[in-house]
């Protein structure tokens, strides 16, 4: 039976193994709220950013607009690095990421409107290290992983990883190649994945950069020697997700369970910056498609597409940024 447990504050997210709530599966928390319509939403929507939340995007858009067929939403989905720019240019409304803005981006933001942007947690991801579905490696370490994408190695791996034989496969797998694909520098999961994994390190030159992340997971897919990283929620019949081991030595899958927990190691929050001057309410149609995606049905979309739904007691702080 699932359970739902009390969290930390919103302002904690980020450190997700301070996290507690339900197993993995397609169900959210039975205390989240029910949207409610209200009159008077209509008009053009804008948003452009992450390539990782642009389905999620895609599915919001699709089920508020049912709500109010009088909004047009336009969602652009080509990387992180691209929200902050339309923000302050004002092509966008809305700006979701797969990273937490970067400081001299906060800077371009404010020096433009004279305060910071405000964001959202929208839901979590568990960012996956993939490889083709007949790969029968059982588990990999965050230092392995760092060996097989960097020339620096800054996780302590004593030595390169370029074979599958050296991480312990045996026959036809241990002189295979291994064959790396990743995202491009425009990527929230590209940065991601170099500051958390790579622990600041550089990416070999091998990487073979994709420029979505479902052209990673098909590139995986077509590849038995492939391995790359993509948020969970892109993952396909033709890739496994392989155990990462956490800090207590354990292999751990990505499922939700895992995420909230902490005991997945590469975990993050999917945001969506807004624009929203201090002391003044948001547009109608912005301030409830963002509410939307906080309710149940909103957190049901997240479940649906793979992703990790927030629980109650942070999408109530989550709310209150918007309202």
Not at 276 to 295: D, M
Request: aromatic share 10%; with cysteine.
């Amino acid at each position: 039976m699932k359970t739902w447990k009390t969290l930390v504050p919103a302002s904690a997210i980020l450190a997700v193994g301070a996290l507690f709530g339900p197993g993995a599966g397609a169900d959210v928390d039975p205390q989240l709220p029910a949207y409610k319509t209200v009159s008077g939403v209509s008009g053009n929507l804008s948003s452009i950013g992450s390539d990782t939340t642009n389905n999620l995007m895609q599915f919001w858009a699709e089920g508020f607009n049912g709500l109010y067929p009088n909004v047009n939403l336009q969602i652009e989905g080509k990387g992180s690095s691209t929200a902050p720019p339309a923000l302050i240019e004002g092509t966008a409304n809305f700006g979701p990421m797969s990273r937490e803005m970067k400081a001299e981006e906060i800077s371009k933001f404010e020096a433009k409107f004279g305060y910071k942007p405000t964001s959202i947690k929208s839901s979590l991801d568990a960012l996956a290290v993939y490889v083709h579905k007949d790969n029968p490696i059982p588990q990999l370490t965050l230092a392995q992983v760092d060996a097989m994408f960097s020339s620096t190695r800054k996780g302590g791996a004593p030595s390169d990883l370029t074979t599958w034989g050296q991480l312990g496969l045996t026959g036809e797998w241990a002189n295979k190649p291994i064959s790396l694909y990743g995202r491009n520098s425009a990527s929230g999961t590209y940065g991601y994945f170099k500051e958390h994994v790579l622990a600041k390190g550089d990416y070999k030159a091998t990487v073979k950069e994709q420029p979505g992340s479902a052209a990673v997971v098909q590139g995986v897919s077509a590849d038995l020697g492939g391995c790359g990283y993509s948020g969970v929620g892109y993952k396909t019949s033709g890739v496994r997700a392989v155990p990462i081991v956490g800090k207590d030595g354990k292999p751990y899958e990505a499922t939700d369970e895992n995420v909230y927990s902490g005991k997945y190691g590469i975990s993050r929050a999917l945001l969506v910056y807004f624009n929203r001057a201090p002391g003044q309410a948001l547009p109608p149609s912005t301030k409830e498609f963002l509410l939307y995606i906080l309710s149940k049905e909103g957190q049901q979309v997240v479940a649906k597409d793979g992703y990790v739904p927030l629980v109650a007691t942070v999408a109530a702080e989550e709310r209150k940024k918007v309202e």
